[in-house]
């Protein structure tokens, strides 16, 4: 695919056919996350794969419980928001059962530069947290991500970036070392990102103009 179609035709996947995702292809978008940059190279992630549906159905469940824990406690101040609050589980956070590929994307954490000097010399949290807002950690990942995404896109294939669900992040990350035994020291859940090859008739949200977010000086 042209570079401009990729960027320009991508579109969030929440409804994939039963087609499978090669291996081969799954490898190459695996490895566009792998060589994408990052602070000091410190490649802070990790990509789990998963293929089996029973898996992600237990996934699934995870949200499902730990949406409707946090739902209960909203209902007791607001019935109407503790049902809000399950439908968009339904409708945005579990979706990614049905696609044949989930990339569990793991990340552990890279500070900015000046973090551990602030803490050093014992400077106020006030200035740590306000440091912390541009997390370099998380930018990598988003950087590896996007690189997924485009590779997939470019494949032919359709995914969504997921973190809507990242309330059960814990929980999503110990059904995984239950059910695998897999788990990852000083690793925490990042996202989700479910690929496979997208059903027609996906709608996207239009954007802001570049004058309104860009200013030339
Ligand atoms: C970091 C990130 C997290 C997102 N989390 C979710 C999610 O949990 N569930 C979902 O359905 N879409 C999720 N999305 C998709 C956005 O809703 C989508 O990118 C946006 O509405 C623009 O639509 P488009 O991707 O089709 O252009 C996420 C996107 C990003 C970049």
Known sequence: MEFKDVIYKRQSIRKFTEQDVSQEDLEAILDAGRVAPSGKNSQNWHFVVIRDRGMKEKIGQAILDKNELIAKKMDEKDPEKGLRFRKLAKNFSLFFIDAPVLIVVYATVYHCVGYYEYLFAEFPQEDIDKLSRSDPGMQNIGAAVENMVLAANDL??????????????????????????????????????????????????????????????
Not at 164 to 169: I, L, M, S, V
């Open 156 to 217: 032919g294939y359709g995914c969504c970036w997921m973190t809507g669900q990242n309330y059960a992040a814990d929980e999503i990350v110990e059904v995984i070392k239950k059910e695998t035994g897999f788990e990852k020291e000083g690793y925490f859940l990042a996202c989700l990102l479910p690929i496979g090859v997208p059903q027609e008739g996906a709608k996207s949200p239009g954007r802001k103009e570049l004058s309104e977010i860009c200013t030339f000086l």
